[in-house]
């Protein structure tokens, strides 16, 4: 076969035809693969735009949701938190398609956070639907309607009390709370699962525009916590206050602390209460020397030495009674020495009293003044009350104002009585939203131990012991720090004396570890009816082993509670400034952990004592690495930890060497 020489000239046509139909499919493919992928990221930016869309709208329906049940519109709670499942349940049919682009880098971490965001806030909602079943079971049972709360919210009086409701009724309500306990506990538990899954996702920077949404409901997931906390231990404490099973004989403690003792204040008065499913069914107080003056010749009780010595008393009776800090402790001898005081009144007496205790509350004119504040002035025996001179008022009262009135000295107190009948009207008419303050008062009372709990029933005493309300004193892990005033002879003068504790640690020139603590009152009050000179026999807790070297009073030392006890007396003129202070070798284990490179430090308060200063300088001879509560920043990098706060409550400080 021939060729001519022009052959592959001729042929040229042929493949510049292929190869620009070569180039047509190329552009149509890569036209066709564009449009594809723009309508794809166009799918890809819509769908992630439903995603912020609908999990915007449920974080906004559970925030919806929680103020509803505050109202105790549970039903719309219900039904709004529904909708709140249903637009998380529709972000999440939509992953899929943000899954099949989850092979680009980065992008697929990015989707697998928003699917574990959308399953965290489902498990938020899921977690919340029982609550409100149990708000919406309680509602039931009470016989409260819909249309009552709103009524009451748009602003009608409301025509329902806790009096109003039947006995058969008040105990179903206290049997569906005992009931769900253990509910309430599995919920703060998914709750607080839901939240560690929240904060790791924050963690994710490239999540910050989605996770950033549900930051209002991390807040109130906090606040939610709090709120059921106090939910679970009321479903475990009130039955048996309240009388739910039998009949509960309640112990009333009025403690004075403008007389402060070292349970919490002194004993000026108290009260019998007897409840049954709810229902109060008797409440008398009294004036404590009302008890103790009706048989003082048969007390025959030795009291504590520094009471015989300084408050010239030769029987223990009852009002003494709380002598030891560990409020427990004070209240075991209280119910000792009341029942047996109860014992020896003739049969048909009229002191109140009663052959059984089965709980104690106990509270401070600290408490009843928040309460107060609540409810609002009031006006009994022609006194008024208020948040600011309850304590004054009912102090004068006592001392002068019955005498006026021609009132017996045993029945002086007796205003007491109808003030606090008064104060529980009001408090039963108060709003919803009203009560929840009460409890947040008497959730800081029980904190601060200005209102405080007892029980002789082991179990509700465990769960009291467990939550720190019951004023109990253990040594802290290592180090222990307590100091306990007790007001004898003093008359209501601690109000006007301002404390100031001061605790330091260093070594000395044998290289011995020493502690000292330093107490400081600076008396700013007159002599007048309700102040005088401050006398007080304070005590210092220190870890046992600690041996006292040097001390500015007559000291007594005293294993108790598991610690040392240094004790000395100290009277105080008005307008003059006293000190006590205490130098001791710290205990061995303390020693161990300053040198092992962890100290940790637990000071407890006093229970009734008001806020004191609390200075601590503790020199470790190495540098501090690490502290909690921190020191103010000027002050890092060295060997020694200060701080200088308020004594409001228990504190634990912890210091890493």
């Known amino acids: 076969m021939s060729h001519s020489l022009n052959f592959l000239h001729r042929a040229e046509p042929k493949a510049q035809q292929r190869q620009h139909k070569r180039r047509r499919i190329l552009r149509t493919l ?71 682009v989850a092979w680009i880098p980065r992008v697929g971490t990015y989707v ?32 409260i309607s819909q249309e009552y709360l ?21 105990r179903a309500v206290l049997a569906r709370l005992a009931a769900s306990a253990d509910e309430i506990d599995l919920l703060i538990a998914q709750i607080s699962i839901a939240q560690e899954e929240i904060d790791l996702l924050a963690g994710a ?36 206050y309240a009388g739910l099973q039998e009949s509960s004989t309640n112990l009333l403690l009025f403690l004075n602390n403008d007389e402060i003792r070292p349970g919490g204040g002194f004993i000026g008065s108290y009260g019998v209460l007897e409840v049954d499913g709810g229902d109060i069914e008797h409440m008398e107080t009294a004036d404590v020397y009302t008890l103790d003056n009706a048989v003082a010749e048969q007390v025959v009780a030795e009291p504590p030495a520094p009471l015989k010595d300084y408050n010239a008393a030769t029987q223990w009776f009852f009002r003494d009674s709380n002598w030891s800090p560990d409020f427990a402790i004070s209240t075991q001898k209280g119910i000792e020495l009341f029942l047996q005081e109860a014992s020896y009144l003739e049969e048909g007496s009229s002191v109140p009293h009663t052959d059984q205790i089965d709980h104690v509350i106990a509270l401070t004119p600290t408490f009843a003044s928040k309460l107060l504040e609540v409810t609002g002035s009031i006006d009994v025996g022609g006194q008024t009350f208020t948040a600011e001179n309850v304590a004054d008022a009912l102090e004068y009262q006592v001392q002068f104002g019955f005498k006026a009135e021609g009132i017996p000295v045993s029945q002086r ?13 009001r408090l039963y008419q108060l709003s919803y939203a009203e009560w929840e303050t009460v409890f947040v008062y008497a959730r800081e009372a029980l904190d601060a131990k200005q209102l405080l709990l007892f029980s002789t029933d082991e179990q509700v005493q465990e769960m009291i012991e467990r939550v720190g309300w019951g004023g109990a004193i253990e040594p802290g892990e290592v180090d222990t720090l307590m100091v306990v005033d007790a007001n004898l002879a003093a008359l209501k003068t601690d109000p006007v004396v ?44 220190v870890p046992e082993g600690s041996e006292l070297l040097q001390a500015s009073v007559e000291t007594d030392v005293v294993g108790e509670l598991g610690l040392t006890s240094f004790g000395g007396f100290l009277s105080v003129e008005p307008g003059q400034t006293g000190s006590l202070s205490f130098t001791f070798l710290l205990s061995d284990h303390v020693v161990a952990a300053i040198e092992d490179g962890t100290y940790v430090l637990d000071v407890f308060k006093q229970a ?49 060497l």
């Open 30 to 100: 890569f036209v066709s693969t564009l449009i594809l992928v723009l309508a794809w990221t166009v799918c890809l930016v819509v769908v992630t735009s439903q995603v912020f869309a609908h999990v915007s709208d449920a974080r906004d329906q559970l925030l919806v949701a929680k103020d509803e049940a505050q109202a105790f519109s549970f039903e719309r709670a219900r039904e709004t938190l529904s909708g709140a499942q249903e637009n998380l349940s529709m972000a999440e049919r939509r992953l899929p398609i943000l899954v099949t």
């Open 112 to 143: 697998a956070s928003i699917s574990e965001l959308i399953q965290t806030s489902s498990a938020i909602a899921v977690a919340l639907d029982p609550l409100f079943d149990l708000g919406q079971d309680m509602m039931q049972l009470a016989g």
């Open 150 to 170: 709103d009524s009451v919210q748009s602003g009608l009086s409301p025509e329902v009390t806790f009096d109003d409701l039947s006995t058969e009724t008040k």
């Open 205 to 240: 920077t490239a999540l910050d525009p989605i996770v950033s949404m549900l930051d209002p409901v991390r807040e109130q997931l906090s606040l939610l916590e709090e709120q059921l906390d106090l939910l679970s231990i009321g479903a475990r404490l009130l039955p048996a």
């Open 413 to 425: 107190k007796e205003i007491l009585a109808d003030l606090i009948d008064e104060m529980k009207s």
């Open 498 to 541: 301002e404390r100031a504790i001061a605790y330091d640690i260093s070594r000395n020139s044998l290289g011995q570890w020493m502690g000292e603590v330093v107490v400081t009152y600076n008396h700013t009050g007159t002599f007048d009816y309700k102040t005088t000179r401050y006398r007080t026999y304070t005590r210092v807790y």
């Open 608 to 656: 009734g004592a008001l806020d004191h200063t609390l200075t601590l300088d503790l020199d470790f001879d190495k540098q501090v690495t690490h502290a909690d509560p921190a020191e103010a920043s000027e002050q890092w990098g060295d060997d020694r930890y200060r701080l200088n706060t308020i004594l409001d409550q228990d504190k634990e400080i912890h210091v890493e």
